[in-house]
């Protein structure tokens, strides 16, 4: 039986970081990982699509905007097959840049299936063949999620695909439905059409982008439009039919019935946890109807020395809220003061063509809580970096409560937002206000300059 003070079950965002952190605090560490380093987020979410995005925005810029850049050209050839080729070579060379990490920090990596045969037991069922009895003072459970599957739409990686699938594809279709307008089925909209896919966007919710702001989502799927996407919201998926076309997909909503052929339909509807086989019910572990792990503030499970961190617990399920809570729980588990996390406040964002990114509460969300609401906007169209790139869709808005100009949130649409965002959250955490934000001096021309002038903007009395 191999000992360790403490093991990592998953190695994506939340468990390699959390590895990290208990092996450089001096704890003997190992990671078991059934299948490769990095998890879903580095191997087929959100690095590859990263990569696949980039080169869909050159490709929808060459063949949509060439003219404005003064780029002139002919026989153009897009090839697909090499952008899927570019987007494996990056997250290959990340997963090696993690591999040298566990080395760098002398954390075990064990190849294999884990399973927890009592409080600080597993059993791995090796990749290689055979057994191996595993023992730990403390294990992290960091298995992620899965697509969810609706019974009548089962994926099989030809015609329908879940993101896996997606991620996976050497070439593209000539159309596509994708059922879910969450922010997996809004990047693969802009990759897919970038290239001149047809692509119909399906979201049973009254807009796309269900968890974000309305305004947000409307200024989001304008652009979409442009780009040629049709976007169904408000619109129930009755079945989905496989023919030798493809696939035709039967849509209900308020106008009546509507069928849909396509070569392909996408099912990205949300995602269920990885907590089944683990052997967390013959322990004891507290789980919720749907199977997310319930932890408290310290990543602890109801059993003492089990704690669980990232998407198996269904907090926010972001690859930087599981490194967060992975860099909590080590320090916990090594008796040191740890930050509290508010999920709330974690930042989010949609790399979409507009980019989406947004923090706190929307405008909506803040004023059902009780908040004497004040907004900031500005829209960048009035942006001189963003026009100098051709990008002047979207807005910046600053969500406020009036009386101390403390931040609630906000919501920004634009080009490269979710890097603008993380200058809100910073002034959020550190109790500063919006004063702060309007008073601070920005570069001149920056996309940032836009945060500066919705902040002015409710100085001078907002919206």
Known sequence: MKKFDVVVIGSGPGGYVAAINTAQMGLKTAIIEKKGIGGVCLNVGCIPSKSLLHNADLAHTLLNKSKEFG???????????????????VSQRLSKGVNFLMKKNDIEVIEGEAKLTAPGKLKVALTAGGEEDVEAADIILATGAHATVIPGMEPDGEKILDYVHAIMLESLPKSAVIIGGGAIGVEFATIWSGYGVEVSLVEMLPHILPNEDEEAAAELTKALKKRGVKVHAGTKVKSVTKNDAGTSVLLESEKGEEAIEAEITLVAVGFKPSSHGLGLEEVGVEMDKRGFVQVDERMATSVPGIWAIGDVTGKLLLAHTASAMGAVCAANIAGLEAQKLDYRMIPRAVFSDPQVASFGYTEAEAKEAGFDV????????????????????????????????ELLGAALVGPEVSELLPELVLAQANELTVTEIAHSVHIHPTLSEALMEAAQSMEAGGE
């Not at 780029?71 to 070579?89: G, H, K, T, V």
């Open 71 to 89: 780029i002139s050209f002919e026989n153009l050839e897009l090839d697909y097959s090499a952008a899927f080729q570019r987007s494996r070579q």
């Open 374 to 405: 004040k907004v900031g906007r500005v829209n960048f169209i009035a942006n001189g970096k963003a026009q100098g790139l051709g990008a002047g869709v979207g807005f910046a808005k600053i969500i406020t409560d009036a009386k101390y100009g």
